[in-house]
Protein backbone atom coordinates (compact mmCIF):
# COMPACT_ATOMS: atom_id res chain seq x y z
CA UNK A 1 0.00 0.00 0.00
CA UNK A 2 1.29 3.56 -1.14
CA UNK A 3 2.84 5.15 2.02
CA UNK A 4 3.99 8.51 3.33
CA UNK A 5 6.86 9.32 6.30
CA UNK A 6 7.34 12.41 7.93
CA UNK A 7 9.71 12.98 10.61
CA UNK A 8 9.35 15.50 13.52
CA UNK A 9 11.27 16.22 16.48
CA UNK A 10 9.91 16.80 19.88
CA UNK A 11 11.89 17.75 22.74
CA UNK A 12 14.86 15.17 22.64
CA UNK A 13 13.22 12.32 20.50
CA UNK A 14 12.73 11.96 17.03
CA UNK A 15 9.34 10.82 15.81
CA UNK A 16 8.22 8.97 13.21
CA UNK A 17 5.14 9.04 11.41
CA UNK A 18 3.92 6.97 8.88
CA UNK A 19 0.71 8.29 6.81
CA UNK A 20 -1.29 5.40 4.78
CA UNK A 21 -3.27 6.53 1.61
CA UNK A 22 -5.24 4.92 -0.56
CA UNK A 23 -4.52 6.08 -4.54
CA UNK A 24 -7.11 7.12 -6.24
CA UNK A 25 -7.94 4.84 -9.41
CA UNK A 26 -7.71 6.49 -12.87
CA UNK A 27 -10.59 6.44 -14.89
CA UNK A 28 -11.74 3.42 -17.25
CA UNK A 29 -10.49 3.15 -20.14
CA UNK A 30 -12.49 4.08 -22.49
CA UNK A 31 -13.73 0.98 -24.79
CA UNK A 32 -14.73 1.90 -28.61
CA UNK A 33 -17.68 0.62 -30.14
CA UNK A 34 -16.77 -2.09 -32.28
CA UNK A 35 -17.19 -1.67 -36.00
CA UNK A 36 -20.12 -4.19 -37.81
CA UNK A 37 -18.91 -7.42 -39.13
CA UNK A 38 -19.73 -7.38 -42.87
CA UNK A 39 -18.54 -10.75 -44.33
CA UNK A 40 -16.65 -10.26 -47.71
CA UNK A 41 -17.79 -12.83 -50.39
CA UNK A 42 -15.08 -13.44 -52.92
CA UNK A 43 -15.47 -14.04 -56.57
CA UNK A 44 -13.54 -16.22 -58.74
CA UNK A 45 -11.44 -14.41 -60.84
CA UNK A 46 -12.32 -15.43 -64.69
CA UNK A 47 -9.11 -15.15 -66.98
CA UNK A 48 -10.04 -14.68 -70.34
CA UNK A 49 -7.90 -16.08 -73.23
CA UNK A 50 -5.57 -13.70 -75.18
CA UNK A 51 -6.81 -11.96 -78.25
CA UNK A 52 -6.23 -9.14 -80.73
CA UNK A 53 -9.92 -8.83 -80.60
CA UNK A 54 -11.00 -4.82 -81.09
CA UNK A 55 -12.76 -4.07 -77.74
CA UNK A 56 -15.75 -2.69 -80.36
CA UNK A 57 -16.92 -5.06 -83.02
CA UNK A 58 -18.36 -3.78 -85.95
CA UNK A 59 -22.79 -4.06 -86.24
CA UNK A 60 -23.46 -7.20 -87.86
CA UNK A 61 -26.87 -7.09 -89.07
CA UNK A 62 -28.30 -10.12 -90.22
CA UNK A 63 -25.88 -12.81 -89.52
CA UNK A 64 -27.42 -14.31 -86.41
CA UNK A 65 -28.12 -17.50 -88.19
CA UNK A 66 -24.65 -17.66 -89.77
CA UNK A 67 -23.04 -17.09 -86.17
CA UNK A 68 -24.94 -20.20 -85.48
CA UNK A 69 -24.22 -22.36 -88.55
CA UNK A 70 -20.65 -21.49 -88.56
CA UNK A 71 -20.30 -22.38 -85.08
CA UNK A 72 -21.64 -25.96 -85.27
CA UNK A 73 -19.07 -25.94 -87.96
CA UNK A 74 -16.29 -25.42 -85.80
CA UNK A 75 -17.27 -28.08 -83.39
CA UNK A 76 -17.20 -30.54 -86.46
CA UNK A 77 -14.57 -33.16 -85.81
CA UNK A 78 -12.20 -32.07 -88.70
CA UNK A 79 -13.88 -29.33 -90.01
CA UNK A 80 -10.25 -27.09 -89.09
CA UNK A 81 -10.45 -24.63 -92.18
CA UNK A 82 -12.93 -22.58 -92.65
CA UNK A 83 -13.27 -19.58 -95.97
CA UNK A 84 -15.69 -17.22 -95.77
CA UNK A 85 -15.90 -16.54 -99.34
CA UNK A 86 -18.19 -13.59 -101.16
CA UNK A 87 -17.72 -10.01 -103.03
CA UNK A 88 -15.94 -6.92 -101.37
CA UNK A 89 -18.36 -5.28 -99.04
CA UNK A 90 -20.14 -8.59 -98.19
CA UNK A 91 -19.30 -8.32 -94.18
CA UNK A 92 -16.96 -11.16 -94.62
CA UNK A 93 -14.54 -9.53 -91.75
CA UNK A 94 -17.03 -8.28 -89.48
CA UNK A 95 -18.61 -12.17 -89.54
CA UNK A 96 -15.03 -13.64 -88.53
CA UNK A 97 -14.71 -10.93 -85.62
CA UNK A 98 -18.20 -11.98 -84.70
CA UNK A 99 -17.19 -15.48 -84.15
CA UNK A 100 -13.86 -15.02 -82.96
CA UNK A 101 -15.34 -13.16 -80.32
CA UNK A 102 -17.81 -16.13 -79.74
CA UNK A 103 -15.63 -18.89 -79.99
CA UNK A 104 -13.20 -17.22 -77.32
CA UNK A 105 -13.96 -19.04 -74.22
CA UNK A 106 -12.96 -22.29 -76.20
CA UNK A 107 -9.46 -21.49 -77.44
CA UNK A 108 -7.06 -21.73 -74.32
CA UNK A 109 -4.77 -20.19 -76.31
CA UNK A 110 -6.68 -17.48 -78.01
CA UNK A 111 -8.37 -15.71 -81.12
CA UNK A 112 -5.92 -13.31 -83.28
CA UNK A 113 -6.93 -11.97 -85.83
CA UNK A 114 -4.50 -11.58 -88.49
CA UNK A 115 -5.21 -7.96 -90.97
CA UNK A 116 -3.64 -9.26 -94.62
CA UNK A 117 -4.36 -6.86 -96.75
CA UNK A 118 -0.86 -4.78 -96.08
CA UNK A 119 1.05 -7.64 -97.45
CA UNK A 120 3.15 -6.93 -100.28
CA UNK A 121 4.51 -10.88 -100.68
CA UNK A 122 2.79 -14.22 -99.77
CA UNK A 123 6.04 -15.34 -97.77
CA UNK A 124 5.45 -12.46 -95.56
CA UNK A 125 2.89 -14.46 -93.98
CA UNK A 126 4.04 -16.19 -91.48
CA UNK A 127 6.06 -13.16 -90.21
CA UNK A 128 2.67 -11.75 -89.93
CA UNK A 129 1.38 -14.21 -88.04
CA UNK A 130 4.08 -14.20 -85.70
CA UNK A 131 3.78 -10.83 -85.40
CA UNK A 132 0.37 -10.79 -84.32
CA UNK A 133 1.12 -13.74 -81.51
CA UNK A 134 4.48 -11.95 -80.20
CA UNK A 135 6.29 -14.19 -81.55
CA UNK A 136 10.18 -13.88 -81.95
CA UNK A 137 11.59 -15.84 -85.03
CA UNK A 138 15.02 -15.82 -84.62
CA UNK A 139 16.99 -17.04 -87.66
CA UNK A 140 16.51 -19.81 -89.80
CA UNK A 141 13.47 -20.09 -91.66
CA UNK A 142 10.57 -18.12 -90.07
CA UNK A 143 7.93 -20.88 -91.68
CA UNK A 144 9.88 -23.87 -90.38
CA UNK A 145 9.78 -21.57 -86.08
CA UNK A 146 6.36 -20.41 -86.41
CA UNK A 147 4.98 -24.30 -86.95
CA UNK A 148 7.11 -25.53 -84.34
CA UNK A 149 6.02 -22.51 -82.10
CA UNK A 150 2.45 -23.31 -82.66
CA UNK A 151 2.54 -27.10 -82.40
CA UNK A 152 0.65 -27.46 -79.04
CA UNK A 153 -1.48 -24.28 -79.18
CA UNK A 154 -5.19 -24.58 -79.05
CA UNK A 155 -5.95 -21.76 -80.94
CA UNK A 156 -8.34 -20.46 -83.71
CA UNK A 157 -6.18 -17.88 -86.22
CA UNK A 158 -8.34 -15.41 -88.59
CA UNK A 159 -6.93 -14.99 -91.53
CA UNK A 160 -8.71 -11.94 -92.96
CA UNK A 161 -8.39 -10.72 -96.52
CA UNK A 162 -6.38 -13.33 -98.19
CA UNK A 163 -7.32 -13.40 -101.78
CA UNK A 164 -4.17 -11.44 -102.69
CA UNK A 165 -1.74 -14.10 -101.43
CA UNK A 166 -3.62 -16.49 -103.69
CA UNK A 167 -1.64 -15.73 -106.90
CA UNK A 168 1.65 -16.27 -105.74
CA UNK A 169 2.47 -19.57 -106.27
CA UNK A 170 5.59 -22.12 -104.73
CA UNK A 171 8.71 -22.47 -106.93
CA UNK A 172 8.23 -25.12 -109.45
CA UNK A 173 4.05 -25.54 -108.35
CA UNK A 174 0.65 -24.28 -109.05
CA UNK A 175 0.33 -24.16 -105.14
CA UNK A 176 0.30 -20.74 -103.62
CA UNK A 177 2.54 -20.14 -101.08
CA UNK A 178 0.48 -18.93 -98.60
CA UNK A 179 -1.80 -21.74 -99.21
CA UNK A 180 0.70 -23.99 -98.09
CA UNK A 181 1.98 -22.52 -95.39
CA UNK A 182 -2.04 -22.73 -94.33
CA UNK A 183 -2.30 -26.26 -94.54
CA UNK A 184 1.12 -27.14 -93.05
CA UNK A 185 0.16 -25.48 -90.03
CA UNK A 186 -3.04 -27.58 -90.08
CA UNK A 187 -1.03 -30.57 -90.13
CA UNK A 188 1.80 -29.65 -87.88
CA UNK A 189 -0.60 -28.21 -85.13
CA UNK A 190 -3.72 -29.88 -84.56
CA UNK A 191 -5.33 -28.21 -81.83
CA UNK A 192 -5.42 -24.87 -84.56
CA UNK A 193 -8.34 -24.32 -86.29
CA UNK A 194 -7.73 -21.61 -89.21
CA UNK A 195 -10.86 -19.00 -90.80
CA UNK A 196 -10.03 -17.60 -94.13
CA UNK A 197 -11.72 -14.28 -95.37
CA UNK A 198 -11.09 -14.02 -99.08
CA UNK A 199 -13.01 -13.35 -102.58
CA UNK A 200 -11.75 -16.82 -103.55
CA UNK A 201 -11.36 -20.23 -102.24
CA UNK A 202 -8.45 -21.85 -101.21
CA UNK A 203 -9.21 -24.70 -103.03
CA UNK A 204 -7.76 -27.14 -101.35
CA UNK A 205 -9.07 -30.21 -99.65
CA UNK A 206 -10.76 -30.06 -96.52
CA UNK A 207 -11.48 -26.55 -96.88
CA UNK A 208 -14.98 -25.86 -95.71
CA UNK A 209 -17.08 -22.74 -97.42
CA UNK A 210 -19.18 -20.53 -96.38
CA UNK A 211 -20.21 -18.23 -99.39
CA UNK A 212 -21.66 -14.57 -98.42
CA UNK A 213 -24.08 -13.02 -100.58
CA UNK A 214 -27.02 -11.21 -99.14
CA UNK A 215 -28.54 -13.79 -97.27
CA UNK A 216 -26.01 -16.69 -95.49
CA UNK A 217 -26.03 -20.20 -96.96
CA UNK A 218 -25.42 -23.03 -94.84
CA UNK A 219 -21.43 -24.10 -95.09
CA UNK A 220 -20.73 -26.61 -98.36
CA UNK A 221 -18.76 -29.83 -97.00
CA UNK A 222 -15.63 -30.54 -98.84
CA UNK A 223 -15.79 -33.72 -100.87
CA UNK A 224 -12.05 -34.64 -100.57
CA UNK A 225 -11.84 -33.88 -96.59
CA UNK A 226 -9.56 -36.76 -96.36
CA UNK A 227 -7.27 -35.54 -99.10
CA UNK A 228 -4.82 -34.04 -96.32
CA UNK A 229 -3.08 -35.74 -93.53
CA UNK A 230 -4.41 -32.67 -91.26
CA UNK A 231 -8.04 -33.82 -91.73
CA UNK A 232 -7.84 -36.97 -90.03
CA UNK A 233 -5.18 -35.30 -87.04
CA UNK A 234 -7.49 -34.78 -83.53
CA UNK A 235 -7.03 -32.46 -80.99
CA UNK A 236 -6.43 -33.74 -77.33
CA UNK A 237 -6.22 -30.64 -74.61
Excluded at 157 to 175: R, Y
Aim: glycine content about 8%; hydrophobic content about 45%.
Amino acid sequence: TPSLISFTRVGGFHMFTVHLFTPTPPPPFPRSTPAPYHPITLSPITLSPPHTLPNALPPLIGRAQALTEIAGRLQTPGARLLTLVGPGGMGKTSLALAVGREQLPLFADGVWFVALAALNTATALAPAIANTLGLSLQGGDPRTALLQALRTKQMLLLLDNFEHLLTVNSPGTTASIAVDLVVDLLEAAPCVQIIVTSRERLNVGGEWLFTLQGLPLAPQPPADANRLPYANTSCHY
